[in-house]
């Protein structure tokens, strides 16, 4: 019906957008996408934030969306912008973040001719997104808009990738309301109340067991955390956390082991290795948390919860499982608890926590500290001491700071902490940081970097002065790529090759070329004060912290090793011994 | 594990799909991104009104496997049904092949007379080939292609695995 197509492609994207909710879109013009932009200019609905890479837009949508639990929105143009973004939306991939992506590209009739800043983005990022679409008609762009956010938020979240050619948002079409759109994309929800009732009678049985929780619940949101607390809490066991279940139970609640896994603690990996029951929730036997799998929790019966059934017996067979969100589940775990008055074996835990708690006595993450140097886990331990009081956003980038930063910082809240697990990619947390400081424009947000990492994306700093994002970024500047030079230290004979950078900017002069605050501490004495007077300034702060260059991360599962092998320090001998390197933890 | 599990076996799987552009790569980029083996595959619109294609695929490996890969189909937006026909229950599977003989003399003779046996049809004839045309089992087409080799056997083209459960029940 010619009267109704009144709107311009443009026009009907952003009024898709406004409909899914969307606030905040973290982009970068070009010439495919000038209608967008044109119509980004005449509104006042959508705020837009200029990045100034679009890998960078990815993150920092990232950073909003893993922070409130929303879709992040992305808008970069064709060609280059479109394949500058796939690093951030594999990342997103990996970790399960929501996020809908929009890419310019080229006039439907110059598709395939290899026409100016042409790229067949859809197939490139066909295997790094949740699903992708080409929108080839103005008709179809409502709708598709509409259920790439459903798709993007529903089920195991992930990123998803709207292709817009030029000239389907410059046509004009007919505008359809989200209601009126009905995807077929529905995932299960609820889980099956056998397997759950299965899974109680399991859990009250136990005389050995462990949760081991993970991203899921996060994502799941903050209900589900608080369902699980609550569940872990009437049972009285011991709960462990994966590197991005982190903050999903109180970080300062006495039944949590801490991290489990490649750097995970002693009582966390010991426990898992020797439970007689593994209650996994939302997480997804990574093999940097397993080690290597014919010695992982050999004698365990184990219990696996997650909405993607291709998470289950992937990796590591399990005995019951259950398909469904982690929120619904344990809502139906606690209310079967409760009507079966399901008790647990006070005689057998009370051995149990014995064990823990002497696993524990090891105090496996103390270190020596220094009063000429300052090592990194005192600089993040200052840092958790001083700033703790206003529940801070932590970001970080890859590599040892973002272990001792999981390490030694405790969450008791949900979404407060962002890091890249599954695709560890340097860059991220700077960027993050900017979308979680748009989301929450009071809030302390601190990115924790190491000096390789944060020059990934170091030109972001200049996104923070100019929207007066107050993110506070602390460089532990080790002189190495820290990570790299363990593994070279431990696995291939101290040979470091090009793990050194013999150059680094003067970071205090490079935050004020970008006209944010620099600020610099190079002994542990200066520490505390620069953490204070970084949080005094309301601007976007580059804090370098000169670090201990030789430290290590431990503990640590050695490539091909299992939970009981852990190496615990720079004395442990065992650290010589490193298993096969196909059956187990092979990357850095 | 059992050995039992390790068991390398053929399953054949049968995939509803949106007929839309990109859902082949989906579900071919899934097989070689993950490294799962791809024995056929055969694709074909079966519902113009619901735009539905049905993507038949004879893959193998473990047991564990062999779940991922239904898994991982099912997870893909556009897939609406995922059944394993090997294991649901019993099945019909049927390939058809075209295959072309060059020969003259006695070999022409007994290239028509093996046909005959396999009530394979000849679709095409010159003075010096056949095309030949057989539907059946892999097996027997198989057969049929190896019996043909010494004959003149110049081309081949099969269709891959097309396979529906026996009995009343659509998947
Ligand atoms: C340098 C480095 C070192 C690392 N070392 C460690 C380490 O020592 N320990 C460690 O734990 N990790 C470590 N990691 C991270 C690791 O690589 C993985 O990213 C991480 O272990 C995966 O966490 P997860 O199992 O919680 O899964 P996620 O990646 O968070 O996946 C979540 C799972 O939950 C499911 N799910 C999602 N939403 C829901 C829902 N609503 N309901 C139910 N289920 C849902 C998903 O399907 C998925 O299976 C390291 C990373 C780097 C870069
Ligand atoms: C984009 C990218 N390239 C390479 C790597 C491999 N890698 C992992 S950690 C690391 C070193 C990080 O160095 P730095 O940021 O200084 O952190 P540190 O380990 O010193 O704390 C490297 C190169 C990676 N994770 N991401
Ligand atoms: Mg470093």
Known sequence: MAHHDTLTGAEILLKALVDQGVEVIFGYPGGAVLPIYDELFKQNRLRHVLVRHEQAAVHAAEGYARSTGKVGCVLVTSGPGATNAVTGLADALCDSVPLVCLTGQVPTHLIGNDAFQEADITGITRPCTKHNYLVKDVADLARTVHEAFHVARSGRPGPVLVDLPKDVIQNKGEYQAPSKVKSKYKPQVKGDLKAIEKAVEMIAHAKRPIFYVGGGVVNSGPAACQLLTQFVRMTGYPCTLTLMGLGAFPGSDPLFLGMLGMHGTVEANMAMHDCDLMINIGARFDDRVTGRVNGFSPNSKKIHVDIDPSSINKNVVVDLSVVGDCAHVLEDMIKVWKAKQCRVNEKALKEWWKAIDEWRAMDCLAFENSNKLIKPQYAIQRIYELTRHRNPYICTEVGQHQMWAAQHLKFDLPHHWLTSGGLGTMGYGMPAAMGVQMAHPEALVIDIAGESSIQMNIQEIATLVQHRLPVKVVILNNQYMGMVRQWQELIHGGRYSESHMNHHPDFVKLAEAFGAVGLRAEKPSEVDGVIKEMMAVDRPVIVEMRTDASENVFPMIMPGMAHNEMVLGPEDKSRDKSGSEEDGMVLV | ?171
């Open chain 2, 1 to 171: 594990m059992t050995k039992a599990v390790e068991e390398i076996q053929r399953h054949t799987i049968a995939v509803l799909v949106d007929n839309e552009s990109g859902v082949l790569a989906r579900v071919i980029g899934l097989f070689s991104g993950r490294g799962y083996n791809i024995e056929s595959l055969t694709v074909a619109e079966v519902d113009s009104h619901d735009k539905l294609s049905r993507i038949t695929i004879v893959t193998s490996g473990t047991a564990m496997i062999i779940e991922q890969i239904k898994n991982q189909l099912r997870r893909l937006v556009p897939v609406h049904k995922v059944h394993d026909l090997t294991i649901e229950g019993p099945h019909v599977a049927r390939e058809l092949a075209l295959i072309k003989v060059v020969a003259g003399g006695e070999k022409r003779v007994e290239s028509l007379r093996i046909a005959d046996i396999f009530r394979a049809r000849a679709i095409d004839s010159t003075n010096e080939s056949f095309v030949f045309e057989v539907v059946g089992s892999t097996e027997k087409v198989d057969a049929f292609i190896n019996l043909m080799e010494p004959l003149g056997l110049a081309d081949v083209s099969r269709t891959g695995v097309v396979a529906i459960a026996r009995g009343p029940n659509p998947i």
